[in-house]
């Protein structure tokens, strides 16, 4: 039998080809797209739960709560793991860690002298307690951290290992971290897999935070938090979440200083780490958004399906007719039925798996952030496919194998399924068919509102000013080191300025006026009483650094050229944050910098700009020389010969700093780069949506492929009584754009709610509007009416006598 109903199945497949190709492509597509979005959330799901301490591991945080709003950061002041080992000995282990963003790492030569330089634009390194590996799973190839508690040591991951010594047998030799800091290698470990938020390519000895600090960090303050000081723990019965939360309050009383009496320690478990969007962790929302979108293409491929396998069903009436005749039960004609559909579907997941193989190594190469990821065929994840699978044959298969099956044998072979039903009801499912029709399209369309949406917004942020000049500039880093050296500063900027093609050079702490890196601190104004402090962002500039970036004084006059901090710069909304409405009369009023305990003059005030991303509003600002706290110079060139520029300035820094790494950006490219996730996040949704309204269009290319073939002679008939071409257009396509009308009066709504909260995360950001569901509707018709037009015009073109030639 079950040989019988195979036949039966591939001799359908053959007989009625283009159903077949639509169907097993449509899933095929639709699945394979849905696979890539449930792996990238499996992905993300499964981040760091690969150690196996994973649900007894802690991540320390600081926090602070004012009038001006909520503070957070990953980062804890150097002291703070050892207060805790102090005043808690029961915790089982405590470690700090400071994070190195895109480290630099030199190799010396056999006579010491330095062979290459490496910067790690793509890896993080860290320095780190011995006991940070009695909390966190390595796997050791040579060595281990039990001779990392001295410092100038290290440990390498193989692949950087392999990288700088071409082996993985690197014991005993040696690095220089951060152009100054001589390592020895102590211990070689194995490549991190890509599902961690913790994968520190190279781990130097915390004792070598001496030397990268120029100081003892536990000489620090309680005051100072960086965001890239962070405190691991790993708790037990013996002290728990509960205990700790109990236990803060009196932590903060005896260790927090008067410069940080506003600040709170929480406490953070390892799961809640990687989505923690208010230390910059993934957001849920958006991973879980993808994972709905996954959903929607396959039930817009299984609707697909459903579709033609009813408006087949007429065809496949008589057969049904002949073998309930012949004794077939009902059962029978289910499981054959759906056996066919298990074919379909069986095709279809070796176009899936295609489709997904192809487009993982597309997201490998051109996705970043968030959505890059990797993946293994593991038992659970067969497991879990397979259940994909089986559901998918139930959604796509059952009810058309149900309508199939309920036929009435003595209608069925009188050929009256076409006027009638047992229950009165259109034939072959019209009215589900329709239901079905407008939640595919409902489906399309919100994922094109989606897409105009990001569209617009995202060409929003590209084009805002953002009150400062950003072209042809490029920011060079300068050594990562406690203080810089002036005379060298000096040196390097009589270089540069020699050269023709350089028109303009600044100092600053973080190179352009919107930037990551940004200091903060509590300020008291003209000797207002405590009660009126208010916390404020600070930047180190020189006094060339307005005129480069072309920024504007609305009052008052620039910074003097100095090397130490005497005067201050301060911003519009930094006047309005004290009462102020006229800019000048903060001209000559002394500030006091808490954080720093000196009292600086206001000479100036500069129209506001962006200091972060568009996500957040502009802060108080104000801006200060400072030349021990420069680490990036500004340049503004004349040229657009850049890679000329670029090889004279990269001569001119290693005759400055020959230990260190030449690094070099761009100021656009900069920015660019801070909405890397919000532009992959439209391409997927562009990708997704043509994906679903192509899968949907499909569908409509069988329907009214079906329907020109069951209408055949009315159209001839038609034509004979005088119908014009528009008339039998009209005839055909009404249907399908009244529910196309239908389905986006479904989806606008929706969508509208969707990208409202998307939208909600910019502080400045576009409204929808009437244009933009417009747009969404006029894209949807136009597909629409594009795919269904050519069969149309044929039918409506074609010679009445060549359809009525049978009468």
């Known amino acids: 039998m079950i040989k019988n109903y195979i036949t039966i199945a591939l001799r359908n497949l053959r007989k009625n080809g283009a159903y077949a190709f639509i169907n097993i492509a449509g899933l095929g597509l639709g699945l394979g797209c849905a696979l890539l979005l449930f792996a990238l959330v499996r992905?993300?799901?499964?981040?760091?739960?690969?150690?196996?301490?994973?649900?007894?591991?802690?991540?320390?945080?600081?926090?602070?709560?004012?009038?001006?709003?909520?503070?957070?950061?990953?980062?804890?002041?150097?002291?703070?793991?050892?207060?805790?080992?102090?005043?808690?000995?029961?915790?089982?282990?405590?470690?700090?860690?400071?994070?190195?963003?895109?480290?630099?790492?030199?190799?010396?030569?056999?006579?010491?002298?330095?062979?290459?330089?490496?910067?790690?634009?793509?890896?993080?390194?860290?320095?780190?307690?011995?006991?940070?590996?009695?909390?966190?799973?390595?796997?050791?190839?040579?060595?281990?951290?039990?001779?990392?508690?001295?410092?100038?040591?290290?440990?390498?991951?193989?692949k950087l290992a392999t990288k700088y010594f071409r082996t993985t047998n690197a014991i005993g030799r040696t690095v220089t971290l951060n152009g100054r800091i001589p390592a020895r290698v102590v211990g070689i470990f194995t490549d991190y897999a890509d599902n961690t938020d913790f994968a520190y390519e190279f781990i130097g000895s915390w004792a070598s935070m001496k030397a990268v600090r120029g100081g003892d960090p536990l000489d620090e303050d309680f005051g100072n938090i960086n965001s890239s000081t962070l405190c691991f723990a790993l708790l037990n019965s013996r002290y728990s979440v509960a205990n700790w939360n109990h236990d803060a309050a009196a932590f903060l009383r005896k260790h927090n200083t008067e410069r940080a009496k506003k600040v709170v320690y929480?406490?953070?478990?390892?799961?809640?780490?990687?989505?923690?969007?208010?230390?910059?962790?993934?957001?849920?929302?958006?991973?879980?958004?993808?994972?709905?979108?996954?959903?929607?293409?396959?039930?817009?491929?299984?609707?697909?399906?459903?579709?033609?396998?009813?408006?087949?069903?007429?065809?496949?009436?008589?057969?049904?007719?002949?073998?309930?005749?012949?004794?077939?039960?009902?059962?029978?004609?289910?499981?054959?039925?759906?056996?066919?559909?298990?074919?379909?579907?069986?095709?279809?997941?070796?176009?899936?798996?295609?489709?997904?193989?192809?487009?993982?190594?597309?997201?490998?190469?051109?996705?970043?952030?968030?959505?890059?990821?990797?993946?293994?065929?593991?038992?659970?994840?067969?497991?879990?496919?397979?259940?994909?699978?089986?559901?998918?044959?139930?959604?796509?298969?059952?009810?058309?194998?149900?309508?199939?099956?309920?036929?009435?044998?003595?209608?069925?072979?009188?050929?009256?399924?076409?006027?009638?039903?047992?229950?009165?009801?259109?034939?072959?499912?019209?009215?589900?068919?329709?239901?079905?029709?407008?939640?595919?399209?409902?489906?399309?369309?919100?994922?094109?509102?989606?897409?105009?949406?990001?569209?617009?917004?995202?060409?929003?942020?590209?084009?805002?000013?953002?009150?400062f000049r950003k072209e042809a500039i490029m920011t060079i880093g300068l050594p990562n080191v406690p203080s810089q050296d002036v005379a060298k500063m000096s040196t390097f900027r009589n270089l540069a300025m020699a050269l023709p093609d350089v028109a303009k050079f600044s100092y600053s702490m973080s190179g352009a006026p919107q930037a990551d890196w940004i200091n903060s601190g509590q300020i008291n104004y003209d000797n207002r009483p405590d009660e009126a402090r208010f916390s404020s962002q600070r930047k180190s500039i020189d006094a060339n650094y307005v005129d480069l970036f072309g920024l504007t004084l609305v009052a008052g006059r620039n910074l003097a050229p100095s090397d130490t901090a005497r005067e201050v710069l301060v911003n519009e909304t930094f006047v309005r944050k004290l009462g102020i409405n006229d800019p000048t009369q903060v001209l000559g009023k002394m500030l006091h910098n808490v954080t720093r305990t000196r009292h600086l003059e206001i000479v100036g005030v500069v129209k506001d700009f962006n200091q972060t991303d568009l996500k957040n509003a502009i802060e108080p600002l104000f801006m200060t020389t400072q030349a021990n706290n420069y680490f990036r110079a500004n340049l503004q060139l004349r040229t657009?010969?850049?890679?000329?520029?670029?090889?004279?300035?990269?001569?001119?820094?290693?005759?400055?700093?020959?230990?260190?790494?030449?690094?070099?950006?761009?100021?656009?490219?900069?920015?660019?780069?801070?909405?890397?996730e919000e532009q992959t996040m439209?391409?997927?949704?562009?990708?997704?949506?043509?994906?679903?309204?192509?899968?949907?269009?499909?569908?409509?290319?069988g329907l009214v492929l079906f329907m020109v073939t069951q209408r055949t002679k009315e159209i001839g008939v038609r034509k004979v009584l005088g119908a014009s071409v528009g008339s039998i257009l009209w005839l055909l396509n009404r249907e399908f754009v009244r529910l196309i009308v239908i389905a986006f009066a479904v989806a606008a709504p929706v969508a509208w709610y969707v990208m409202r909260g998307w939208l909600s995360s910019f502080e400045y950001r576009i409204l929808i509007g009437p244009?933009?569901?417009?747009?969404?509707?006029?894209?949807?018709?136009?597909?629409?009416?594009?795919?269904?037009?050519?069969?149309?015009?044929?039918?409506?073109?074609?010679?009445?006598?060549?359809?009525?030639?049978?009468?």
């Open 771 to 807: 244009a933009i569901f417009g747009s969404s509707l006029l894209i949807t018709v136009l597909v629409a009416t594009l795919t269904v037009g050519f069969q149309s015009i044929r039918a409506a073109l074609m010679n009445p006598v060549t359809s009525l030639r049978s009468e």
């Open 43 to 158: 992905y993300h799901y499964r981040t760091d739960k690969h150690h196996s301490k994973f649900d007894r591991i802690y991540r320390f945080t600081s926090a602070s709560h004012s009038p001006d709003g909520d503070f957070y950061s990953t980062g804890v002041p150097y002291p703070f793991g050892n207060a805790l080992r102090t005043d808690h000995p029961e915790i089982e282990h405590v470690a700090m860690l400071e994070e190195q963003e895109e480290p630099t790492v030199m190799v010396p030569g056999t006579k010491g002298e330095i062979d290459r330089k490496f910067k790690e634009d793509n890896a993080k390194g860290a320095y780190a307690e011995p006991s940070y590996f009695q909390i966190f799973d390595y796997t050791w190839l040579a060595g281990g951290p039990t001779n990392l508690a001295g410092p100038n040591t290290v440990v390498l991951s193989a």
């Open 640 to 676: 657009a010969a850049y890679q000329r520029v670029i090889k004279q300035l990269e001569a001119a820094y290693n005759q400055v700093y020959p230990d260190n790494y030449f690094a070099h950006q761009f100021v656009d490219d900069q920015i660019q780069a801070r909405y890397q």
């Open 266 to 467: 929480l406490i953070q478990s390892l799961g809640d780490i990687h989505f923690a969007t208010a230390y910059d962790g993934v957001d849920k929302n958006l991973i879980l958004s993808l994972f709905i979108i996954g959903l929607f293409l396959v039930i817009t491929a299984c609707i697909n399906f459903v579709n033609l396998a009813t408006a087949q069903a007429l065809n496949r009436a008589r057969e049904v007719g002949v073998r309930k005749v012949l004794g077939s039960t009902r059962g029978q004609l289910l499981g054959q039925f759906m056996g066919e559909t298990t074919l379909i579907v069986a095709l279809a997941l070796l176009v899936a798996i295609g489709v997904f193989s192809y487009g993982l190594s597309l997201v490998q190469t051109y996705l970043h952030g968030v959505f890059r990821f990797t993946f293994d065929y593991t038992p659970s994840v067969v497991a879990w496919l397979t259940l994909l699978v089986v559901g998918v044959i139930l959604l796509a298969g059952l009810y058309p194998a149900l309508v199939l099956a309920g036929f009435r044998p003595v209608v069925a072979l009188a050929g009256k399924i076409m006027t009638q039903r047992a229950n009165g009801t259109p034939p072959g499912g019209f009215t589900v068919r329709r239901g079905l029709v407008v939640a595919q399209f409902a489906i399309s369309q919100m994922l094109i509102i989606g897409l105009v949406v990001v569209t617009n917004q995202l060409h929003y942020i590209q084009s805002k000013d953002l009150g």
């Open 682 to 701: 439209g391409r997927l949704v562009n990708f997704f949506a043509a994906v679903a309204l192509f899968i949907g269009c499909m569908g409509l290319y």
